[in-house]
């Protein structure tokens, strides 16, 4: 039941749901300068203060970006609580959570997995004195088991295939790149859950059954998607081509050019909304009339100029994606991809290799990265027959489910699936409370998954409802700055940021609210 906002509260109105609502999960979509921050603290101080039903703070786990994140929120907890305690100096309870706080969970993900390794270090095939290896240390070791690993291939009875990938994959003057797509592979196969079984999804990608289209494949629709994305912003440079050519003293025979230019380019979009069969034949009539002769004193050559250029950017790049993707009929593809599913399952067993051989050597100094933390950490919560599709909790998993009455997690955007994994085995499903920003997203690079954010955010509903599988409250009044700042910052996202752009629609609640 939602708490009745004290009258002359600082606080707005969904500052305070994100404050008191309970009793499901919780995310807040809050935008820079919303009182994010000062939102959490208070959520958790009135957590630990309510009169009838308190939550000790060691009770609550608190998952921060990065340490100093954590640090900074302890403090602001620790100073909460002595303000509190002024007002109630009697209060013992409130003492105890002083000193409860010194071991609360607010931390990192990474520490958290850390704290669950070494607790329950003698679930897992490791040295109990393990150590983080620091970043340069391990890119050495890397290149070495990286480099033995190859001179195994190559050193090998039947190396032909090894050298056939080779030979795919990288230039005349080294292997280095097939090298680098090793370690991408590996780095990205360990930010999913299973990583062994993402790399043999990829692998069997490429295994094509009888009667399969190109349609059919995975990648397909993203393909599509990305060519009508880019026949639009074609659209968009004729547009300006045909207001040049129309402008006085414009070279209006240009015009009839344009027009066939446009109607030719409106029939590949069309087309791209069937079937590949059908852009590839839209793509086989391109074709470009010449342009109509523009002579005279009449015709500005400064516009005639800028149309010709337009019109050669939209020709240069409307041939240059037929070239790249419609050169060869469909079913040429398919062969493609069977005559690449053995080099790419030898590149899937090569990558699940260097994963064996670097967990050995690692093993062997004692030592761990931050991933590994990760998966350890998966390792012991779950149950001994879980399997991909289907995980299932273990004994101690169900531990951290009672232990924790709340999990609170800031900066959610860039969450992992490794990450949203774990924090799944220790909920009860009704508990967690994510806080962060999609448009404040910058470590994809790092393999972090908006993604599930937006999963979330398009789930989740914004009127509390029992049927509803989770609860979604926008903070979007920025108490930070000046209304010109907010204005222009608004106008400029409205006009770049939309869901197929930036994964998220500039809309009425995604924008920033004057709130100072």
């Keep these: 039941m939602t708490h009745t906002k004290p009258a002359n509260s600082q606080w707005t109105d969904d500052q305070w749901r994100a404050i008191a609502e309970k009793g499901q999960d919780i995310l807040v979509a809050a935008a ?4 994010k921050t000062a939102v959490l603290v208070e959520r958790i101080i009135k957590k630990i203060t309510d009169p009838n039903d308190p939550i000790d703070v060691d009770r609550l786990l608190i998952v921060t970006f990065t340490n100093a994140a954590a640090a900074e929120m302890r403090v602001r907890i620790g100073q909460a609580l002595d303000k ?49 290896g620091d970043q340069a240390e391990m890119e050495l070791i890397r290149e070495e088991v990286l480099e033995e690993l190859f001179e195994s291939y190559y050193g090998a009875e039947d190396a032909d295939s090894f050298y056939e990938l080779v030979d795919r994959y990288s230039n005349d003057r080294s292997d280095a790149e097939l090298i680098q797509l090793v370690q991408k592979l590996y780095d990205f196969s360990r930010s999913h859950p299973w990583p062994e079984a993402w790399l043999d999804e990829m692998a069997a990608a490429y295994q094509i059954d009888k009667g399969t289209t190109v349609d059919d494949l995975p990648w397909t629709a993203d393909l599509k998607q990305s060519i009508q994305a880019t026949l639009e912003g074609l659209l968009k440079i004729l547009d300006t081509a045909e207001n040049v050519a129309s402008e006085p003293g414009g070279p209006h025979p240009y015009l009839e050019n344009l027009q066939a230019d446009r109607a030719m380019l409106t029939n590949i979009l069309e087309a791209a909304n069937g079937t590949w069969e059908g852009l590839y034949e839209a793509f086989s009539s391109l074709s470009f009339g010449k342009l109509k002769p523009c002579k005279g004193d009449a015709f500005d050559n400064n516009l005639k100029e800028r149309t010709k250029g337009y019109r050669d950017d939209v020709k240069k790049k409307l041939t240059q994606l037929q070239e790249e993707l419609f050169s060869k009929p469909p079913e040429a593809y398919l062969e493609d991809l069977n005559d690449m599913a053995p080099y790419v399952a030898l590149l899937v067993q090569i990558v699940k290799d260097f994963s064996r051989r670097y967990a050995a050597v690692k093993k062997e100094k004692a030592l761990v990265d931050f991933d590994d933390l990760e998966h350890f950490t998966l390792q012991i919560l779950r149950a001994e027959e879980a399997r991909p599709g289907s995980e299932q909790s273990s004994e101690v998993a169900k531990q951290y489910r009672a232990q924790f009455q709340e999990i609170l997690v800031d900066e959610y955007q ?9 924090i799944n085995h220790i909920s009860r499903g009704n508990n967690t409370f994510m806080v962060g920003d999609v448009k404040q997203s910058i470590y994809r690079f790092r393999l972090a998954e908006p993604g599930l954010f937006l999963e979330k955010y398009k789930r989740f509903t914004s009127e509390k409802s029992d049927e509803a599988s989770g609860y979604r409250i926008d903070l979007s009044q920025n108490f930070r700055s000046r209304r010109e700042i907010l204005d222009g910052t608004n106008f400029i996202f409205r006009q770049v940021m939309d869901e197929a752009v930036g994964e998220i629609d500039y809309d009425d609640n995604a924008e920033l609210k004057f709130g100072a």
Aim: glycine share 4%; net charge positive; charged share 20%.
């Design 32 to 35: 820079a300068g919303s009182g």
């Design 84 to 132: 509190e305690l002024a007002k109630n100096p009697s209060d013992l309870r409130l003492r105890n959570q002083l000193t409860l706080l010194n071991k609360a969970q607010i931390t990192t993900s990474h520490s958290f997995c850390l704290s669950v390794v070494r607790r329950y270090y003698y679930q897992l095939d490791i040295d109990p004195a393990f150590r983080i």
């Design 414 to 422: 860039d969450t992992n699936f490794v990450q949203e994994t774990i």
